[in-house]
């Protein structure tokens, strides 16, 4: 599975921004995939993940009701809503997939597949 992140960039507080996850590679409909960040100087962390189908998703508690995780599998992408963007939503995300689970929940170490990062800036 090839991720390619997109849809980064500098932002003021307040603002808005949807990530995009292009995938391929292995079957992307019975994939599971996921959204992490590394804000500067700290570890990577869970934002967001979503099942095969859709049907299930989970959200970390900083950016729960603010950020919507959704893919659209006929056009092999995940996609990122985020919405009254902070501060510390600065950071580098980062699409993760994993082919051989239904949904991989919050621990990076459930994805076998990443992205390169795309930046997210937000000025306060």
């Known amino acids: 599975v090839q991720l390619q992140a997109s849809g980064g960039g500098l932002v003021q507080a307040g603002a808005s921004l949807r990530l995009s996850c292009a995938a391929s590679g292995r079957t992307f409909s019975r994939t599971a995939l996921g959204w992490f960040r590394q804000p500067p100087g700290k570890e990577r962390e869970f934002v967001a993940a979503i099942s095969w189908g859709g049907g299930i998703t989970g959200y970390a508690d900083s950016v729960k009701g603010r950020f919507t995780i959704s893919r659209d599998n006929a056009k092999n992408t995940m996609y990122l809503r985020m919405n009254s963007l902070k501060f510390e939503d600065t950071a580098a995300y980062y699409c993760?997939?994993?082919?051989?689970?239904?949904?991989?929940?919050?621990?990076?170490?459930?994805?076998?597949?990443w992205g390169q990062g795309t930046q997210v800036t937000v000025s306060s």
């Open positions: 993760a997939a994993d082919p051989d689970l239904s949904y991989g929940g919050s621990s990076a170490l459930g994805y076998d597949y």
